[in-house]
Structures are given as C-alpha cells and as structure tokens.
C-alpha cells in the first residue's frame, strides 16, 4: 500500500487551489532532510509514549536545538489531560475518500454521555519545523475532523491544534508551543465539500501562492514557459509590467529562491566528487564557536555572573562579562572544522 493517498491531507492547502498538482507530484521522489527525519522519529516517540502512558527519560545534557523528548512528552500528556475522558486516536489512520486517506497524529473523541453541543472532537497535530503552522482553517486537520462528521453527526464543534514547540515566532497561544481553534460543524462540512469539489476537477492547473510548496513545478503545464516569461519580463520598463505579471514574476522567483538549499548541495557533491565546473570552487563555510559542554558552562557562568552569564549563552558573549568568561572561553569552547559548500 502507498504511503501516502494520491489527495494527502498533509497537501490539501495546495490541492484545493490547484487540484491537478496531486496527479503531478504523485511519482516524483519524496525528498527528505534531517529537520524532516527529526520530526518523524518525535512522531514515533509521541506515539510509544501514549501507548504506553510512559514519558521518556530526562537528560542532564541538551542534545539539540529542539524541544527535549521527556518535555514534549509530558506537554503532550498534560494538553491531552486537559481535554477530560474520552479515545484516545494516536497515530490512527482517517479515511474521507478512497483517494483521501491520511494519519493522524493525536485525535479524542469525547464520551458518548458526554456529546454535547458545547464538547468538541479535538484534532492533534505535531509540528517539528519552525515555519509557523496554523491552527485556524488548517487545510491538513479540517481534512482529519470532516472524516469524523459521518460518525458522529450530533458533534457540533471541532477543535484544531497544532503543537509546534520549535517554532521560530511565539511558541504558541499560552506559550507552551499550542495554538488552536474551534471551527463549527458547518466549516468542517464546507472543507469536505472543497475536497470533493478539488478531487472532482477536470481542468487545467491553477497557478498561485501554493505553488511555492509544489513539488511539481518543473512538470507542470502552467509553468513550463516561466523561464522565457521571466527573461522576456527582466528585459522590460517594470512601469509596463502589469500586475498579473509581477505576481507571476515574483512567484517564480521565490520558487527558485526555495530551491536555492537544494541545488547548492547538489554542485557541492559534485564538486567535492572532481566535478570541474568553470567559475566555481570548494571553500570552507564560516563556523562559530561551541561550548564543548553547554551545561557546564552555565553552571560556571551563572556561578560568576548570574543571570547575566546565562542570556545569551554563547562564547562571544561569555567573553565580554570579563575575565572569568574571557578565560573559561578559552579552555572550554573549539570552533567546530568548516563544512565546505559550493561557491559561484
């Protein structure tokens, strides 16, 4: 069985708009990165610890920039705590269409005795990247709660929540890395009925702001003239430019800005495997220092500075509160060896 369906919920914001970038991207292959594989392995771990109503260990050492398992663990079981008694859905597959299938992280569906027209069915979803994900008119989780409106027609209200600790704006709504939203039964069915509408769609595809997230822009039909467009506009007064073609414009120019990650680590594999490109050359990235223990080093700088050794807490700043900091940065940090990426 696919991993994926062919309409995914984690996709929706961008099918909806533009129904044909589903049968487009459908097999081309899944790229991944270490952010990425961050979140699936924190997925796992939610899910064990609910299935096992066990919280992981707590270690004296931060071990990345992300949020440590055991607090997640335990800010997902004191939400959870919150929503009262009821089931508990932990990474449980949701069916709306034979072609819409997804799963969902956490779902609690309150208990039959306790359905009324002021209880909600929560939906859950675990969010690891910074890029800031809302809860409201969340396409992914309107998805997840229209696959509940058959089942229990009398639930008037569904709860949206989008858990992202390692985000790069606020943390959430209380500050704990939650933001959420009830949406009325008549919003879910409106989305459902989007979702049908988009999986119904028999025309051509839809050019817009999703496009920044498809993966099916260099096969896409729309989009196969963008590189004569946008030469042909460079060329030209920008006072003659029309609004549609400098929405086009800069369209295009985030796309291949978002690439931009991806194919400078292409040509530096190539590089680093004798690729002899005119132009180009392998040189050293620029790296900062790094304590060599992060948690030593603000028990020493608290001890000799207070507060003010801890915030922020990195080697530079630690060597401008004088000369304890000065000399402890100096035996207990290393400037890490350079990673090499391609210069052009």
Known sequence: MAAHSLYSPSAMARIIPCPPSAALSANLPQNTNPKAEEGTRVHKVIEHALRTKTVPPAFPWKTADNMPDHEV???VFSYVDQLGPGRILSEHRV?????????????HIPNPTSLFSN?????FDYKNGGYDVQAKDNA??????ATFL???????????????????GAQGEDDNGFKQYIHNRAEVE????????????????????????CPAIPACPAMSQDAYFLMAAISRDRSSLS??????????????SDMRDTL?????????????VEGTELKPSTKWQQWNNEREAVVHLWQAYGPRGVKPLTVAQARKLGSVGEQYALMASHKPESEYKARY
């Open 264 to 276: 400078e680590g292409y040509l530096t594999e190539a590089l680093k495997a004798g690729a002899i």
């Open 119 to 123: 209880n909600a069915i929560t939906v």
């Open 95 to 107: 069916t709306l269409l034979s072609n819409v299938w997804g799963t969902l992280d956490i779902g």
């Open 140 to 145: 992914q989780l309107l998805t997840y709660a």
């Open 243 to 256: 609004p549609h073609e400098l929405a086009r414009m800069l369209r295009i120019i985030r796309a291949v």
């Open 190 to 213: 409106a989305h459902r009925q989007a979702v049908i509408d988009a999986v119904n769609y028999a025309g051509p595809p839809r050019p817009g702001p999703h496009c920044r997230w």
């Open 150 to 168: 058959d089942e229990y027609p009398d639930v008037q209200w569904f709860r949206l929540v989008v858990f992202q600790p390692n985000s790069w």
């Open 73 to 75: 663990v335990q800010r």
